[in-house]
Protein backbone atom coordinates (compact mmCIF):
# COMPACT_ATOMS: atom_id res chain seq x y z
CA UNK A 1 0.00 0.00 0.00
CA UNK A 2 1.01 3.66 -0.24
CA UNK A 3 1.38 4.41 3.33
CA UNK A 4 1.58 2.91 6.72
CA UNK A 5 -1.25 0.23 7.58
CA UNK A 6 -2.19 -1.13 11.32
CA UNK A 7 -4.28 -3.56 12.15
CA UNK A 8 -6.76 -3.49 14.21
CA UNK A 9 -7.82 -0.33 14.03
CA UNK A 10 -10.19 -1.00 17.19
CA UNK A 11 -9.41 -3.62 19.51
CA UNK A 12 -11.37 -4.31 23.10
CA UNK A 13 -10.25 -6.82 25.16
CA UNK A 14 -10.56 -8.38 28.89
CA UNK A 15 -7.75 -7.77 31.36
CA UNK A 16 -5.44 -10.33 31.20
CA UNK A 17 -5.54 -11.42 27.72
CA UNK A 18 -2.99 -11.36 25.13
CA UNK A 19 -3.29 -8.79 21.89
CA UNK A 20 -1.50 -8.20 18.71
CA UNK A 21 -1.19 -5.38 16.99
CA UNK A 22 0.17 -4.94 13.65
CA UNK A 23 2.10 -2.64 11.53
CA UNK A 24 2.79 -2.94 7.95
CA UNK A 25 5.30 -0.11 6.78
CA UNK A 26 5.74 1.65 4.13
CA UNK A 27 7.38 -0.61 1.51
CA UNK A 28 11.22 -0.50 1.01
CA UNK A 29 11.21 1.77 4.55
CA UNK A 30 14.08 0.49 7.02
CA UNK A 31 12.99 2.38 10.16
CA UNK A 32 10.10 1.24 11.83
CA UNK A 33 8.68 2.78 15.22
CA UNK A 34 6.19 2.26 17.78
CA UNK A 35 4.47 4.85 19.88
CA UNK A 36 1.82 4.83 22.35
CA UNK A 37 -0.16 7.52 23.20
CA UNK A 38 -2.44 7.98 26.37
CA UNK A 39 -5.67 9.72 25.75
CA UNK A 40 -4.86 13.23 25.45
CA UNK A 41 -1.35 12.69 26.04
CA UNK A 42 1.98 13.03 23.95
CA UNK A 43 3.58 10.16 22.37
CA UNK A 44 5.85 7.57 24.27
CA UNK A 45 8.58 6.06 22.50
CA UNK A 46 7.94 2.00 22.65
CA UNK A 47 10.27 0.35 20.21
CA UNK A 48 12.86 0.74 17.12
CA UNK A 49 13.81 -1.40 13.79
CA UNK A 50 15.67 -0.21 11.84
CA UNK A 51 17.13 -2.67 9.20
CA UNK A 52 18.97 -5.74 10.44
CA UNK A 53 19.97 -3.98 13.74
CA UNK A 54 19.03 -4.85 16.78
CA UNK A 55 16.03 -3.20 18.26
CA UNK A 56 16.07 -0.40 20.47
CA UNK A 57 13.42 -1.81 23.01
CA UNK A 58 14.64 0.93 25.60
CA UNK A 59 10.77 1.94 25.81
CA UNK A 60 8.95 -0.88 26.13
CA UNK A 61 7.15 -0.58 29.22
CA UNK A 62 7.50 -4.04 30.78
CA UNK A 63 8.22 -7.11 29.76
CA UNK A 64 4.71 -8.03 28.69
CA UNK A 65 5.10 -5.96 25.96
CA UNK A 66 7.48 -7.18 23.11
CA UNK A 67 7.60 -6.51 19.63
CA UNK A 68 8.90 -8.37 16.39
CA UNK A 69 9.59 -7.30 12.54
CA UNK A 70 9.79 -10.51 10.27
CA UNK A 71 11.62 -10.12 7.38
CA UNK A 72 12.63 -6.27 7.83
CA UNK A 73 9.14 -5.98 6.72
CA UNK A 74 5.63 -6.62 9.20
CA UNK A 75 6.15 -5.75 12.84
CA UNK A 76 3.77 -6.84 15.56
CA UNK A 77 3.63 -5.51 18.85
CA UNK A 78 2.41 -8.01 21.48
CA UNK A 79 1.02 -7.15 24.86
CA UNK A 80 0.37 -10.65 27.14
CA UNK A 81 -1.63 -10.58 30.33
CA UNK A 82 -3.35 -6.89 29.34
CA UNK A 83 -3.98 -4.14 32.16
CA UNK A 84 -6.75 -1.73 32.02
CA UNK A 85 -3.15 1.08 32.05
CA UNK A 86 -2.33 -0.66 28.81
CA UNK A 87 -5.64 1.17 27.29
CA UNK A 88 -4.06 3.82 24.59
CA UNK A 89 -3.93 4.14 20.92
CA UNK A 90 -0.63 2.29 19.65
CA UNK A 91 0.45 4.38 16.61
CA UNK A 92 3.07 2.62 14.21
CA UNK A 93 5.74 4.79 11.65
CA UNK A 94 7.97 4.19 9.70
CA UNK A 95 11.07 5.92 7.67
CA UNK A 96 13.31 5.94 4.70
CA UNK A 97 16.69 6.35 6.59
CA UNK A 98 18.29 6.44 3.20
CA UNK A 99 17.04 9.08 1.41
CA UNK A 100 14.71 11.27 4.07
CA UNK A 101 14.27 12.01 7.55
CA UNK A 102 10.02 12.35 7.28
CA UNK A 103 8.54 9.64 9.40
CA UNK A 104 4.90 8.33 8.01
CA UNK A 105 2.40 6.94 10.51
CA UNK A 106 -0.59 4.85 10.29
CA UNK A 107 -3.60 5.50 11.87
CA UNK A 108 -3.00 3.69 14.71
CA UNK A 109 -4.78 0.51 16.92
CA UNK A 110 -7.17 1.73 20.02
CA UNK A 111 -6.83 -0.53 22.69
CA UNK A 112 -9.55 -0.34 25.22
CA UNK A 113 -9.23 -2.96 28.03
CA UNK A 114 -11.89 -4.18 29.99
CA UNK B 1 11.41 17.09 31.68
CA UNK B 2 11.23 14.91 28.59
CA UNK B 3 12.51 15.79 25.11
CA UNK B 4 10.76 17.60 22.79
CA UNK B 5 8.37 19.49 25.19
CA UNK B 6 5.47 22.48 24.05
CA UNK B 7 4.32 25.10 25.43
CA UNK B 8 1.46 26.37 25.79
CA UNK B 9 -0.37 22.73 26.26
CA UNK B 10 -3.34 24.18 24.79
CA UNK B 11 -3.97 27.46 22.82
CA UNK B 12 -7.52 29.11 21.65
CA UNK B 13 -7.58 32.03 19.31
CA UNK B 14 -10.14 33.05 16.92
CA UNK B 15 -10.09 32.65 12.80
CA UNK B 16 -7.72 34.78 10.86
CA UNK B 17 -5.14 35.38 14.05
CA UNK B 18 -2.18 33.50 14.62
CA UNK B 19 -0.68 30.94 15.93
CA UNK B 20 2.70 30.57 17.75
CA UNK B 21 3.85 27.10 19.60
CA UNK B 22 6.86 26.45 21.01
CA UNK B 23 9.48 23.45 21.71
CA UNK B 24 12.32 23.17 23.47
CA UNK B 25 14.27 20.36 24.48
CA UNK B 26 17.20 19.23 26.01
CA UNK B 27 20.22 17.43 23.89
CA UNK B 28 21.87 17.72 20.88
CA UNK B 29 19.78 17.18 17.24
CA UNK B 30 19.91 16.25 14.01
CA UNK B 31 16.67 17.86 12.78
CA UNK B 32 13.56 19.24 14.14
CA UNK B 33 10.22 18.33 13.04
CA UNK B 34 6.30 19.21 13.43
CA UNK B 35 3.22 17.20 13.35
CA UNK B 36 -0.16 17.42 13.10
CA UNK B 37 -2.79 15.33 14.80
CA UNK B 38 -6.27 15.18 14.70
CA UNK B 39 -8.30 13.52 16.72
CA UNK B 40 -6.03 11.10 18.16
CA UNK B 41 -5.02 9.42 15.35
CA UNK B 42 -2.43 9.23 12.83
CA UNK B 43 0.35 12.21 12.41
CA UNK B 44 1.03 14.14 10.01
CA UNK B 45 4.15 15.41 8.86
CA UNK B 46 4.56 19.46 8.71
CA UNK B 47 7.75 21.12 8.47
CA UNK B 48 11.12 19.67 8.81
CA UNK B 49 14.15 22.04 10.30
CA UNK B 50 17.66 20.74 9.93
CA UNK B 51 19.94 21.52 13.01
CA UNK B 52 22.05 23.98 10.75
CA UNK B 53 18.94 25.82 9.54
CA UNK B 54 17.24 28.90 11.42
CA UNK B 55 14.36 29.70 9.78
CA UNK B 56 11.57 27.80 7.28
CA UNK B 57 8.85 28.56 5.35
CA UNK B 58 5.97 26.32 4.17
CA UNK B 59 2.43 27.72 3.29
CA UNK B 60 0.56 29.43 5.74
CA UNK B 61 3.89 28.20 8.24
CA UNK B 62 6.86 29.47 9.77
CA UNK B 63 9.52 27.57 11.30
CA UNK B 64 12.36 28.74 13.91
CA UNK B 65 14.77 26.77 15.54
CA UNK B 66 17.37 28.24 18.25
CA UNK B 67 20.09 25.88 18.62
CA UNK B 68 22.15 27.61 20.92
CA UNK B 69 18.91 27.49 23.50
CA UNK B 70 17.59 24.23 22.20
CA UNK B 71 14.41 25.81 21.21
CA UNK B 72 11.84 25.95 17.95
CA UNK B 73 8.37 27.97 17.31
CA UNK B 74 6.13 26.94 14.58
CA UNK B 75 3.70 30.06 13.61
CA UNK B 76 1.07 29.88 11.92
CA UNK B 77 -0.75 32.48 10.27
CA UNK B 78 -3.90 33.96 9.26
CA UNK B 79 -5.50 30.67 11.19
CA UNK B 80 -8.80 28.90 9.78
CA UNK B 81 -11.31 26.34 11.72
CA UNK B 82 -9.79 23.80 9.63
CA UNK B 83 -5.83 24.31 11.70
CA UNK B 84 -8.26 22.91 14.99
CA UNK B 85 -5.76 20.17 15.97
CA UNK B 86 -2.85 19.12 17.87
CA UNK B 87 0.57 20.15 17.05
CA UNK B 88 3.97 18.24 18.19
CA UNK B 89 7.23 19.22 17.94
CA UNK B 90 9.77 15.76 17.14
CA UNK B 91 13.49 15.97 18.33
CA UNK B 92 15.55 13.69 15.85
CA UNK B 93 19.11 12.23 17.05
CA UNK B 94 20.79 9.69 15.23
CA UNK B 95 17.76 7.06 14.45
CA UNK B 96 15.94 8.14 17.61
CA UNK B 97 12.77 10.35 17.52
CA UNK B 98 11.21 11.75 20.55
CA UNK B 99 7.94 13.64 20.05
CA UNK B 100 6.43 16.00 23.04
CA UNK B 101 3.45 16.16 24.87
CA UNK B 102 2.03 18.50 22.27
CA UNK B 103 -0.02 21.98 21.90
CA UNK B 104 -3.75 21.40 21.37
CA UNK B 105 -5.03 24.62 18.83
CA UNK B 106 -8.52 25.56 18.78
CA UNK B 107 -9.53 27.84 16.14
CA UNK B 108 -12.48 29.44 16.77
CA UNK B 109 -14.97 30.10 13.71
Known amino acids: GAGVSQSPSNKVTEKGKDVELRCDPISGHTALYWYRQSLGQGLEFLIYFQGNSAPDKSGLPSDRFSAERTGGSVSTLTIQRTQQEDSAVYLCASRDTSSGNTIYFGEGSWLTVV | SQQGEEDPQALSIQEGENATMNCSYKTSINNLQWYRQNSGRGLVHLIL?????REKHSGRLRVTLDTSKKSSSLLITASRAADTASYFC?????????FGIGTKLQVIP
Open chain 2, 49 to 53: IRSNE
Open chain 2, 90 to 98: ATVSGQKVT
